[in-house]
């Protein structure tokens, strides 16, 4: 299995709700990340998890708030988001490894709407 | 910043080979170059790296100049399938895997 699910496809969300993505693999990979990707534009990092541990938070704010509950799951959860955080969220997992390279598999992607 | 300066767009005749150039000057004597395509509202796609020697696999050919400042990503036979974004990425390395995407080639196939 070299796939990545993600969770929802599609989310609408207020201002005021409270939600999360949802992201698996079964690949055996230990690393998991979050990528967030506005139109026309190329994916930016968020964070990166390596061995269920938090090791690169890219500036993300607070109302961003990664969890990576066993080594196949990873969730975004997502509260008092603004208009302009509406994105593609990718997930993406790869091998944690230095030797010979590591190639990241993506998810299709949550496409997020904040009203 | 991205490490990586590609060429906005690019076409390519269908069948003909796409190659497709990417400048990393400032590359790091332990950083692989990584090739990603995203096809329109998917989810980027892995196609090759590759540290110092040319690589091929099933999808496409990386060429990498001798002095690792430069690579090129040849599609042998382009289909219109192959119409996307092709990102080159340099691969930091600190304690996870920093993968910072360039602003990437469009490629458009033409029948």
């Known amino acids: 299995d070299t796939e990545v699910t993600q969770t929802p496809k599609h989310l609408v969300m207020g201002m005021t709700n409270k939600k999360s993505l949802k992201c698996e693999q079964h690949?055996?990979?230990?690393?998991m990340y979050w990528y967030k990707q506005k139109a026309k534009k190329p994916p930016e990092l968020m964070f990166v998890y390596s061995y269920e541990k938090l090791s690169i938070n890219e500036s993300v704010p607070s109302r961003f708030s990664p969890e990576c509950p066993n080594s196949s799951l990873l969730n975004l959860h997502l509260h008092a988001l603004q208009p302009e955080d509406s994105a593609l969220y990718l997930c993406?997992?790869?091998?944690?490894?230095?030797?010979?390279?590591?190639?990241?598999?993506f998810g299709p992607g949550t496409r997020l709407t904040v009203l | 910043d991205a490490k990586t300066t590609q060429p906005p767009s690019m076409d390519c005749a269908e069948g003909r080979a796409a190659n497709l150039p990417c400048n990393h000057s400032t590359i790091s004597g332990n950083e692989y170059v990584y090739w990603y395509r995203q096809i329109h509202s998917q989810g980027p796609q892995y196609i090759i790296h590759g540290l110092k020697n040319n690589e091929t696999n099933e999808m496409a050919s990386l060429i990498i100049t001798e002095d690792r400042k430069s690579s090129t990503l040849i599609l042998p036979h382009a289909t219109l399938r192959d119409t996307a974004v092709y990102y080159c990425i340099v691969s930091v390395i600190t304690g996870g895997f920093k993968t910072i995407f360039g602003a990437g080639t469009r490629l458009f196939v033409k029948a």
């Open positions: 993406a997992s790869s091998q944690v490894s230095g030797v010979g390279g590591n190639e990241q598999f």
């Open positions: 690949m055996g990979h230990r690393a």
